[in-house]
């Protein structure tokens, strides 16, 4: 099923699939819900996948002003209350999964497991030159696969790719406290080849207390489309099943 529900002025579209317990996708930045069809499938047998876009990406048209942490982690918890019902488990991926760690650390009563894919809680997370700046242009498969399902149409993509690299140049980090203060079980999850740089996604692990790391080999930044089955089977198992006590635990010896 797919359609449209009005968040605070923001027409925005989302699909739903499966039946269960609500489980919601975010995606990345310049991205939309494709990101994740590979693994739809998969995670749907199990789970009610809802799957928005978020403002100006994929089917959602843009609205004024610029983007905003603010803004979007309120669109996030919008589409929660009034879609989902309630607290529901998030997968997010890269600027997804940063809005995720905003959103579990300010409100936890929405977010029940969480897993963040390839996220970073800073611009300083990624690799030098890889993220969205005033001095590249992305790639044009982005902008083809924008004018592809945007209402807004192709001309309007250069304005979007502004208000994504304002987000980048002034940033809201998700600080350390942050990270300390989040409740939800967590999975840190990312590819072995990512644009994150690797010590920062062990910060992310180390961070937020009995987290849990996945490092999927043979995979970058786009590991939902790399290895689709093995990371839906690393979702399914997380959000499915208690953790396993551990015989020699380091990072989760207090737990």
């Not at 589409?79 to 890269?94: I, N, Q, R, T």
Request: hydrophobic residues 45%; proline residues 8%; negative net charge.
């Amino acid at each position: 099923m797919e359609t449209t529900i009005d968040l605070d002025g923001v027409r925005t579209w989302y699909a739903e699939e499966g039946t269960g317990e609500p489980l919601v996708l975010m995606h990345g930045g310049l991205s939309d819900a494709r990101y994740f069809g590979l693994a739809l499938g998969a995670l749907a047998e199990r789970f009610r996948v809802l799957t928005p876009e978020r403002r100006g990406h994929g089917h959602t048209p843009d609205v004024e002003g610029p983007y905003t942490v603010d803004a979007l982690v309120g669109d996030a918890a919008a589409f929660l209350e009034k879609v989902a019902g309630g607290p529901a488990h998030l997968v997010a991926y890269s600027q997804g999964a940063n809005l995720a760690m905003h959103l579990a650390a300010r409100r936890p009563d929405l977010v029940s497991r969480l897993v963040l894919v390839s996220g970073a809680a800073e611009a300083e997370g990624f690799l030098p030159g890889m993220h969205p700046s005033a001095d590249s242009e992305p790639p044009a498969v982005i902008a083809d696969m924008y004018a592809e399902v945007s209402p807004d149409g192709r001309e309007h993509f250069p304005v979007v790719v502004e208000k994504m690299v304002g987000l980048f140049e002034e940033p809201t980090p998700v600080t350390a406290a942050h990270l300390a203060s989040i409740r939800a079980r967590t999975l840190v999850m990312a590819g072995d080849d990512d644009i994150i740089r690797p010590e920062h996604t062990r910060f992310l692990y180390e961070s937020i207390p009995g987290a849990e790391l996945a490092v999927v080999p043979g995979t970058s930044h786009v590991l939902f489309l790399e290895k689709p089955d093995l990371c839906a089977r690393l979702v399914l198992d997380f959000l499915t099943e208690d953790p396993v006590p551990t015989m020699m635990p380091i990072h989760r010896a207090g737990a």
